[in-house]
T-cell receptor, first 114, second 113 residues
């Protein structure tokens, strides 16, 4: 069973629109969450982390974490064509001493239409 | 600035033949090096983390067998054998064991001939 589930599988938004991704963990050991982005032909790159309940904003990107439900989301406002990529949610285990070992979600493919 | 150099970028592997991959760390402040695989469905999966020269680990997953070696403080190697399905192998690095971001290399894409 996939321990980190992501939705939707793919998403298309107009330029300037809002893109939203969801992620849920089925394992309560996962307490630390990241969002990574992968453009075609490249390795994934970290966008932002979220370790505490609530919202975290970095520029156009806002992440939200609900630890009780193990649900994390990412919202991109004012989406740009350059945001078109594969987005992954990733989690690491409680305790934090194996932060190099991430469990990735299934990914969401975002297409921003110019 | 590129932290990791992966070679080669792409390899065609005859069925039944093993292939050796290298990853070179360009900044010693990120010594925790790992290998991740990405399958044809784009699913990313952690394989190994090797911190010290001389560390070795083996693992068998659906579609491939792996042997990872930390050769030096700056070089990580991966041997891929018995590969039946294509995949991309990424080297990563991070400063420590705690929750800091991973930096990924460009990856090596392996295709089965």
């Amino acid at each position: 069973q996939q321990k980190v589930q992501q939705s939707p599988e793919s998403l298309s938004v107009p330029e300037g629109g809002m893109a939203s991704f969801n992620c849920t963990s089925s394992d309560r050991n996962f307490q630390y969450f990241w969002w990574y982005r992968q453009h075609s032909g490249e390795g994934p790159k970290a966008l932002m982390s979220i370790f505490s309940d609530g919202d975290k904003k970095e520029g156009r990107f806002t992440a939200h974490l609900n630890k009780a439900s193990l649900h994390v989301s990412l919202h991109i406002r004012d989406s740009q064509p350059s945001d078109s990529a594969l987005y992954f949610c990733a989690a690491s285990e409680h305790g934090g001493n194996m932060g190099y070992k991430l469990t990735f979600g299934t990914g969401t493919s975002l297409l921003v239409d110019p | 600035v590129t932290l990791l150099e992966q070679n080669p970028r792409w390899r065609l592997v005859p069925r039944g033949q093993a292939v050796n991959l290298r990853c070179i760390l360009k900044n010693s402040q990120y010594p925790w090096m790992s290998w991740y695989q990405q399958d044809l469905q784009k699913q990313l999966q952690w394989l190994f983390t090797l911190r010290s020269p001389g560390d070795k680990e083996v693992k068998s997953l659906p579609g491939a067998d792996y042997l990872a070696t930390r050769v030096t403080d700056t070089e990580l190697r991966l041997q891929v054998a018995n590969m039946s399905q294509g995949r991309t192998l990424y080297c990563t690095c991070t400063p420590g064991q705690t929750n800091e971001r991973l930096f990924f290399g460009h990856g090596t894409k392996l295709s089965v001939l």
